[in-house]
Nanobody, 124 residues
Framework: QVQLVEAGGGLVQPGGSLRLSCAASGRTFSGLARGWFRQAPGKEREFVSTISWSGGSTYYADPVKGRFTISIDNAKNTAYLQMNSLKPEDTAVYFC?????????????????WGQGTQVTVSS
C-alpha cells in the first residue's frame, strides 16, 4: 500500500520556523517530482512549492518565495519543506504529493499521490 506521511507540523509564533517532512512507503517514486500544497479553513487548496526528481529545479508560490525551501532526498524517499519567517497567513493544513512527471507541477491535477496533511498554525 502506497503511503505518504507528513510530519513536522505544529504551533509556532510569527517569525518562527518549522520543517515539514514527507516520507513515502510502499514503493519508491524514482523519477517523479514532489510538491507541497496547503489549505486554510474556508479556502481552496493552493500550490506552495514543487521540486523536480533530481532536485535541480524548484518553484515557489509568490507568498512563500524567499521564506520556504523545498528539498528532496531520494535515498530516503523523502521530501522536505523548510519554512522560515512564518506568518499567521501561513496557517493551513499542508499536504505533500508525488507528481505524475519528473518535473515539478503547480496544479493539483499534476499529482497522483497525496499525504493526509499536517496542521501548521502560526499564532502568538
Amino acid at each position: 500500500q502506497v503511503q505518504l506521511v507528513e510530519a513536522g507540523g505544529g504551533l509556532v509564533q510569527p517569525g518562527g520556523s518549522l520543517r515539514l517532512s514527507c516520507a513515502a512507503s510502499g514503493r519508491t517514486f524514482s523519477g517523479l517530482a514532489r510538491g507541497w500544497f496547503r489549505q486554510a479553513p474556508g479556502k481552496e487548496r493552493e500550490f506552495v512549492s514543487t521540486i523536480s526528481w533530481s532536485g535541480g529545479s524548484t518553484y515557489y508560490a509568490d507568498p512563500v518565495k524567499g521564506r520556504f525551501t523545498i528539498s528532496i532526498d531520494n535515498a530516503k524517499n523523502t521530501a522536505y519543506l523548510q519554512m522560515n519567517s512564518l506568518k499567521p497567513e501561513d496557517t493551513a493544513v499542508y499536504f505533500c504529493a508525488v507528481a505524475k512527471t519528473s518535473f515539478g507541477q503547480i496544479i493539483a491535477g499534476g499529482y497522483d499521490y497525496w499525504g493526509q496533511g499536517t496542521q501548521v498554525t502560526v499564532s502568538s
